[in-house]
C-alpha cells in the first residue's frame, strides 16, 4: 500500500527535527518565544496602529491600539460611518475577547467570531488574530517561503468557538516577524491563508505593513476571496495617535 501525502508529510517532519535536532547548530526556540515577538502586542508597546481594510471597490479604516493589558481594534463601516469597536484582555496564560456596545462592555458573542466584517474575507477572529494566543503550541521545524527561512508553529484550538480547529504560524527565523498563517478545518483542510506581503519595523519589533488574505474553498483547494489589510507606517516622532477610550 502506498503512503499518503499525510504520512509522507509527518514522516519527513520528524525525520527533518530529528537531523535538525541532532546537528547541535541551531537551538530550536519554544513555540510562545516566536510566538510573543510576531503578536501585535510588540509592536502596539511602541505604537497604534492605522490602516485599512479593502477587497474590490469595498475601502474602510481599521486601527489598533495598546491600552494597558488591552488590544483594542476599531474599524469605520463603510456605510454610515459607524464605528464598531472590540478588544482583547490580555492575561500571561489565555486571553478574552469583548465588544464595545452601547457604551458597555460585553463578551464578545461566540457566534459572531466567524463572521465576515463588512462582506470582506476577514472575520472578527481574523482582525483580533486570537489564534496567536492559542496555548501549547508545537514548533514543526523550519520551512522556506519564498527563499526565507521560518520557523513553523502548530497550535491547536483549545475550544470548540471559531472556524479553524487548528492553524499553522510561519516565523521568519531572522527578523521574528510573522510571515504566514494558515487556518485549518478538524479534517486538516484550509480554510482561510493570510500572507504578509510587507513588513514595517516598529520600535524595535517588525510587524505586518500589508497582509493578503485568502479564503480558500476546503473542497478544492482553491481561492474563493481575497482582502488586504493594511497599515501605515507610524510617525517616529510626536505624540500617540488618539485611540479608543
Given at each position: 500500500?502506498?503512503?499518503?501525502?499525510?504520512?509522507?508529510?509527518?514522516?519527513?517532519?520528524?525525520?527533518?527535527?530529528?537531523?535538525?535536532?541532532?546537528?547541535?547548530?541551531?537551538?530550536?526556540?519554544?513555540?510562545?518565544?516566536?510566538?510573543?515577538?510576531?503578536?501585535?502586542?510588540?509592536?502596539?508597546?511602541?505604537?497604534?496602529?492605522?490602516?485599512?481594510?479593502?477587497?474590490?471597490?469595498?475601502?474602510?479604516?481599521?486601527?489598533?491600539?495598546?491600552?494597558?493589558?488591552?488590544?483594542?481594534?476599531?474599524?469605520?463601516?463603510?456605510?454610515?460611518?459607524?464605528?464598531?469597536?472590540?478588544?482583547?484582555?490580555?492575561?500571561?496564560?489565555?486571553y478574552d475577547l469583548f465588544e464595545l456596545e452601547g457604551g458597555k462592555t460585553?463578551?464578545?458573542?461566540?457566534?459572531?467570531?466567524?463572521?465576515?466584517?463588512?462582506?470582506?474575507?476577514?472575520?472578527?477572529?481574523?482582525?483580533?488574530?486570537?489564534?496567536?494566543?492559542?496555548?501549547?503550541?508545537i514548533v514543526d521545524g523550519i520551512q522556506e517561503i519564498k527563499g526565507q527561512?521560518?520557523?513553523?508553529?502548530?497550535?491547536?484550538?483549545?475550544?470548540q468557538t471559531g472556524r479553524y480547529a487548528q492553524v499553522r504560524v510561519w516565523?521568519?527565523?531572522?527578523?521574528?516577524?510573522?510571515?504566514?498563517?494558515?487556518?485549518?478545518?478538524?479534517?486538516?483542510?484550509?480554510?482561510?491563508?493570510?500572507?504578509?506581503?510587507?513588513?514595517?519595523?516598529?520600535?524595535?519589533?517588525?510587524?505586518?505593513?500589508?497582509?493578503?488574505?485568502?479564503?480558500?474553498?476546503?473542497?478544492?483547494?482553491?481561492?474563493?476571496?481575497?482582502?488586504?489589510?493594511?497599515?501605515?507606517?507610524?510617525?517616529?516622532?510626536?505624540?500617540?495617535?488618539?485611540?479608543?477610550?
Amino acid at each position: 500500500m502506498n503512503p499518503t501525502p499525510s504520512k509522507i508529510f509527518a514522516l519527513t517532519t520528524v525525520l527533518s527535527l530529528s537531523v535538525f535536532s541532532s546537528s547541535g547548530q541551531e537551538a530550536q526556540p519554544p513555540a510562545d518565544t516566536l510566538l510573543k515577538t510576531a503578536r501585535f502586542v510588540a509592536t502596539l508597546q511602541h505604537q497604534d496602529l492605522k490602516g485599512h481594510i479593502r477587497k474590490n471597490e469595498i475601502k474602510f479604516p481599521v486601527g489598533l491600539y495598546m491600552r494597558g493589558q488591552d488590544i483594542q481594534l476599531s474599524y469605520t463601516q463603510p456605510e454610515g460611518n459607524k464605528d464598531v469597536r472590540f478588544h482583547m484582555r490580555l492575561n500571561e496564560k489565555h486571553y478574552d475577547l469583548f465588544e464595545l456596545e452601547g457604551g458597555k462592555t460585553v463578551r464578545f458573542p461566540e457566534a459572531k467570531l466567524s463572521k465576515a466584517i463588512e462582506g470582506t474575507d476577514l472575520s472578527y477572529e481574523d482582525l483580533a488574530m486570537r489564534f496567536l494566543y492559542w496555548p501549547n503550541g508545537i514548533v514543526d521545524g523550519i520551512q522556506e517561503i519564498k527563499g526565507q527561512e521560518c520557523w513553523v508553529v502548530r497550535l491547536v484550538n483549545p475550544t470548540q468557538t471559531g472556524r479553524y480547529a487548528q492553524v499553522r504560524v510561519w516565523v521568519h527565523k531572522k527578523s521574528q516577524a510573522l510571515i504566514q498563517v494558515v487556518g485549518y478545518n478538524a479534517g486538516g483542510r484550509p480554510l482561510k491563508r493570510f500572507t504578509v506581503t510587507d513588513v514595517m519595523k516598529v520600535g524595535d519589533a517588525y510587524t505586518l505593513r500589508r497582509m493578503r488574505v485568502d479564503t480558500v474553498d476546503p473542497v478544492g483547494n482553491r481561492v474563493v476571496g481575497m482582502t488586504y489589510l493594511e497599515f501605515d507606517k507610524p510617525k517616529a516622532t510626536g505624540p500617540r495617535p488618539g485611540g479608543l477610550r
